[in-house]
């Protein structure tokens, strides 16, 4: 086969199944796409596809592996990476990730990240790389939290909290909440933002609100309002779903983006703001522990960062 093929799904392939949509754009028998996707060679917006017949979506990202590759390297054991762990069993590990570390290998970091960290601390978790199709850049890895934000996440130690962890996620029985503050005054006391959220077409790299995204809820309650030196709130979000940059793309389409973030801020800044990161952190989580059924949760205050910044405003 000749090179791989990354494309942006078109207006004209909107609905089409992904298998006939390889086979067009790469020219190949459908006998063929088949394999690659048996092979999770298949990926849209950086997740492979296990269905051949799901449906594409206009503006996301399709990325084929045409070429044979050589197996790739697993992460490293790395003890020199930092973080907290708050809660581990046989079954889970519990972290408190501090800002600016990635959760996981992938382009642009290779390493040094919390996955390498936790190898380090817990071998075991090698042991789950690539199960049930998951990328192999992410044992034990069920969700994720952005670079610049901190705050706890949990790894999975064995095969079944990681799909006792999977399915309590894709059940939304898994409650996280958040810690943020917005630009603006927030008018109502607590809220709901039910918009789908999907690749951005003018920005690729970026997410944003679209029709033809994946289903996304946010809610949110007011913690605190501030005036000086603009209006801003202080609120405790709670994500429904999980998709990527969820709770700064909701927040900003209801015209409060998250403080210090440039991404999606829309150069719009706190005078005096010396973050240099989004004011985001996930505050608590909770889950049932996978063998015992028991729920547990654990709650994280807030870094010096984010409190400085509070007691600024205050």
């Known amino acids: 086969m000749t090179d791989d093929l990354s494309v942006e799904v078109p207006t004209s392939l909107d609905g089409v199944r992904v298998d006939r949509a390889v086979a067009l754009l790469a020219d190949i028998s459908r006998a063929a796409v088949d394999d690659l996707?048996?092979?999770?060679?298949?990926?849209?917006d950086g997740e492979v596809v296990r269905v051949r017949s799901r449906s594409l979506s206009e503006g996301e990202q399709l990325?084929?592996?045409?070429?044979?590759?050589?197996p790739p390297e697993a992460p490293r054991p790395d003890p020199t990476v930092p973080f907290e762990v708050v809660y581990a069993d046989d079954d889970v590990v519990v972290v408190d990730k501090p800002a600016g570390l990635v959760v996981h290998p992938g382009a642009g970091h290779p390493d040094g990240t919390l996955v390498n960290g936790v190898l380090a601390r817990y071998p075991e978790v090698a042991e789950l790389a690539g199960l049930d199709g998951a990328d192999l850049n992410r044992p034990g890895i069920v969700h994720r939290l952005d670079r610049g934000t901190s705050g706890l996440l949990v790894v999975a130690r064995s095969p079944r909290a990681y799909r006792s962890l999977v399915d309590q996620l894709g059940s939304r029985t898994v409650a996280r909440t958040y810690r943020t503050l917005v630009l603006g005054s927030v008018e109502q006391n607590q809220g709901l933002v039910d918009a789908p959220i999907g690749r951005s077409l003018s920005a690729p790299t970026r997410m944003a609100v679209s029709r033809k995204g994946k289903e996304a809820r946010t809610r949110y309650r007011v913690v605190q309002r501030f005036s000086?030196?603009?209006d801003s709130t202080l609120l405790e979000a709670t994500l429904e779903t999980g998709r990527t940059h969820q709770i700064r793309v909701h927040l900003t389409a209801i015209g409060h983006p998250v403080v210090g973030d440039d991404v999606y801020g829309r150069g719009r800044r706190l005078p005096g703001l010396t973050l240099n990161r989004p004011f985001l952190h996930a505050e608590s989580l909770a889950f049932d522990q996978p063998g015992t059924g028991v729920r547990l949760s654990w709650t994280s205050t807030l870094p010096a960062d984010l409190e400085a910044e509070l007691d600024r405003l205050r």
């Open 63 to 70: 990325t084929v592996q045409l070429r044979d590759q050589p």
């Open 228 to 230: 000086e030196p603009v």
């Open 37 to 44: 996707v048996a092979g999770g060679r298949v990926q849209v």
